[in-house]
């Protein structure tokens, strides 16, 4: 069965930076887009980020745009999100989720970053 | 600032139908928006039930369905669980780095 586990999160300082993952299997991920989608604790939903499943073409929300950078390597079948210059608007639960149709099929359970000094 | 309006909160009796709504401050919601449903309860991911509009996924109960209604898509649950109790939201996409979810609509069944 399809499985996507976030990971990485933690606490950082403003203006410092974070690497999150998430690891697929039981499915072929070189196949899918991906998505990172983030929630904000006791908020609701903001879409993040999606890359193609080739890898060559990402697109980001103004939010985050040039401050985070999304990348995949479909040879180990991960995900990976680069925040950097972190804000304390960007403390949130990130998740990723396969693409179907421009919108979600499969989620992760997400994985908790914090920025606060 | 494109904004996606869904309704705050909305109550059905069990067994009963509602209809869930989500617009655009853009104008009238298309299928060139794919809408999408997502689903979520308390301490959970998201789960989506719709997307593109109308199209299900394996897990997504029978009862939900998408359309597009007045301008507006829409989530119908006909015949309502106490299990459908949670948190709904919506996302439509204008482009591809212009994707935005409404403010989500929390469900109570009773």
């Known amino acids: 069965q399809v499985q996507l586990v976030e990971s990485g999160g933690g606490v950082v300082q403003p203006g410092g930076s974070l690497r999150l993952s998430c690891a697929a299997s039981g499915f072929t991920f070189s196949s899918y887009g991906m998505h990172w989608i983030r929630q904000a604790p006791g908020k609701g939903l903001e879409w993040v980020t999606f890359i193609r499943s080739d890898g060559r073409k990402a697109y980001y929300a103004d939010s985050v745009k040039g401050r985070f950078t999304v990348s995949r390597d479909n040879s180990r079948n991960a995900l990976f999100l680069q925040m950097s210059s972190l804000r304390r608007e960007d403390t949130a639960v990130y998740y990723c989720a396969t693409d179907i149709k421009w919108g979600f099929e499969d989620w992760g359970q997400g994985t908790l970053a914090i920025v606060s000094s | ?110």
């Not at chain 2, 794919?34 to 109308?54: F, N």
Request: charged letters at 15%; one cysteine or more.
């Open chain 2, 1 to 110: 600032q494109t904004v996606v309006t869904q309704e705050p909160s909305l109550t059905v009796s069990p067994g009963g139908t509602v209809t869930l709504t989500c617009g655009s401050s853009t104008g009238s919601v298309t299928g060139g928006h794919y809408p999408c449903w997502l689903q979520q309860k308390p301490g959970q991911a998201p789960r989506t039930l719709i997307y593109d509009t109308s199209n299900k996924h394996s897990w997504t109960p029978a009862r939900f369905s998408g359309s597009l209604l007045g301008g507006k898509a829409a989530l119908t649950l006909s015949g309502a669980q106490p299990e459908d109790e949670a948190d709904y939201y919506c996302l439509l996409s204008f482009t591809y780095d212009w994707r935005v979810f409404g403010g989500g609509t929390k469900l109570t069944v009773l």
